[in-house]
């Protein structure tokens, strides 16, 4: 036993000495748009501590159980990013949720009484009589349609995802420039057929950028354009938007609410109650459940002293 433990601990301390080093980031001087960083991929895991504390429930959604009670205090908005099996050479293992995991995660749902009604700005009455919940993904992967669609409409769930218009059809260059597997991103036929389905789009920019990073007048135009580029190209009207990486100051939100949307979602961890103001509305990571590498030495001492 604890010579398999031993060898558990080795692979993970390996995968841990090449985890992302916390680099300050870079901006590309052709489009003044900053990759991702170690830090902001961890989606403010720092800053939502506190408030993930006072809920007493885990810091990212595995399973229904543990947030059952928090759940009925507001409505839950679930934040996915990558359905499927991890393509070898991925850095952000956490963000691909297996298709068997996602399965489960709206049966857990379904069986509890959830229900996904159009998504938009909080509700207006206290608590979630109605065991409200809104299902998101960023980016618009194309994972998402490949593993999402059969499973969502097997358990009668309608879904958001968050569209970067210059990119329909695209791949994931602001997660490459850190290192990242390439992925895909649906092209516009898969976006029409999501639509089809009874799904939602929202806008996510142009480009993915940091926008506390670019001028008013650049962050302005990727949160208009790309809400006026989605309209056309799909003819419907987009209503939400997700600030990418979580990143926005009182002077983007601005932004975006002279542009037309009705909400704007954050990275920030809670519940959505009607004192959330629509435009910073709180979500919850979706990712698998692994064990850290402190918890797998601390798992091993306890071995070693039985």
């Known amino acids: 036993m604890i010579q398999i433990l031993g060898q558990v601990v080795l692979k ?3 995968r841990w000495l090449h985890k992302p080093l916390l680099l300050t980031p870079r901006v590309d001087s052709t489009c003044g748009i900053a990759p991702a960083s170690a830090a902001v991929n961890a989606f403010n895991e720092e800053a ?17 159980k543990p947030f059952t009670g928090l759940f009925a205090t507001g409505v839950p908005s679930l934040m996915y990013h ?28 379904h069986a509890t009484g959830f229900t996904t009604p159009t998504y938009g ?23 998402v349609f490949q593993h999402g669609l059969e499973p969502l409409a097997q358990h009668g ?36 057929e999501w639509l089809a389905a009874g799904h939602e789009i929202g806008s996510h920019t142009l480009t993915h950028p940091f926008l506390t990073r670019l001028s008013l007048k650049k962050a302005g135009e990727e949160i208009s354009a790309s809400k006026k ?16 990486y979580g990143d926005w ?6 932004l975006v609410v002279a542009a037309g949307y009705e909400t704007a979602c954050t990275t920030e961890f809670g519940v959505n109650t009607k004192a959330t103001p629509p435009f910073e509305l709180k979500r919850i990571l979706v990712r698998y459940q692994s064990i850290s590498f402190k918890a797998l030495k601390e798992r091993l001492a306890r071995t070693r002293f039985r």
């Open 82 to 109: 990558k359905l499927g099996r991890r393509p070898w050479g991925v850095r952000l293992k956490g963000l691909y949720v297996s298709r068997p995991l996602f399965e489960r995660q709206l049966s857990q749902l």
């Open 157 to 192: 769930f309608c879904a958001v995802i968050f569209l970067m218009a210059d990119l329909i059809g695209g791949c994931n260059g602001w997660e490459m420039q850190e290192g990242e597997a390439r992925q895909p991103l649906m092209d516009e036929i898969q976006v029409k």
């Open 12 to 14: 993970e301390s390996r």
């Open 229 to 244: 580029k989605l309209e056309d190209c799909f003819g419907r009207s987009v209503r939400h938007f997700c600030y990418p």
């Open 48 to 64: 939502n501590l506190p408030s993930r504390m006072n809920a007493g429930v885990p810091s990212y959604f595995t399973s229904l």
């Open 121 to 143: 700005p909080p509700p207006l009455l206290e608590g979630n009589p109605d065991k409200s919940i809104a299902l998101t993904f960023d980016d618009g992967f194309a994972n």
């Open 249 to 254: 100051n009182p002077a983007v939100r601005d």
